[in-house]
Each structure stands twice: as structure tokens, then as C-alpha cells.
């Protein structure tokens, strides 16, 4: 077996390093729909009491949709698995922050006095994705 030569051992370290940024780059993706979904979810569940049962199937598929392309991204560098390290605890922090108000609030539609609240966190819930494709695809 022949060793590469330096430019063929540069080549396949570029293509290596091309591959891995694909990867991140449609993680990137992945985290951008998250960023829309969650804060659409917990719109729906604060503010359409009607739909709630709707809004939550139509999520839970939305979210078995990432998690089955999550499973096709396949290389993670360094970068994506520290970055994705910290956002996913900030992610379920955030998640579930919603989760408790509504839990303590319980199943009738947010009080009027909640509103800006109900929004406040429902968009909270989709930053530690948004923080994470900004990481992911800004290079």
C-alpha cells in the first residue's frame, strides 16, 4: 500500500472537511425549523384552546420529521457536537418554561393578563435553536 502524497493527503483532508460542513450546514436547517416550530407550538397551545389536540399531533410529527433527519445528517465535527451540547439544555430549559405555565395555569385559555407572557415565552422556546443554526451556518 502506497502512502498518499501531500497533495492527494490535502485533497481528502479538504474533502473530509467539506463533508463535515455539509453536515453542519443541514443541522443548520434542522435547527432553523425547530426554531419556527417550537414557538408555533406553544402559540397554539396557550392561545388556540380549541386546536390544542391538533397542534399537538401536528407537532409531535413535526418533530419525529427532525428527528428523522436528524438521523441522516451522520458526521458530526467538533463544533457541532460542543455547540449542540449547551443548546440542547437551553432548549429544554426554554421548552419547558412554557410547560409550566401552563401546567400551573392549567388547561382553560391564558388569562389576558398572561398575553404578553404566553408570547414572550413562546418565542423563548425557539431561541436556543436559532442561537445554534446562527453557529452552524455563519462559515
Known sequence: ?????PAEAL???????????A?????GVICVASAIGSPLYW???????ALRTQVSFAYMAFILVLC??????????????????????????LFLAPAALFA????APLPSSWTVGGVVLSVASGLPMLYAAWRLMRS
Open 68 to 93: 428523522g433527519l436528524m438521523l441522516r445528517v451522520g458526521v458530526q465535527g467538533r463544533r457541532l457536537t460542543r455547540i449542540m451540547y449547551w443548546v440542547a439544555g437551553g432548549d429544554l430549559v
Open 23 to 27: 453536515a453542519e450546514r443541514h443541522f
Open 11 to 21: 485533497q481528502e483532508i479538504q474533502r473530509v472537511k467539506d463533508h463535515v460542513r
Open 1 to 5: 500500500m502506497n502512502a498518499p502524497s
Open 43 to 49: 402559540a397554539g397551545m396557550f392561545f388556540a384552546p
Open 104 to 107: 400551573l395555569l392549567g388547561a
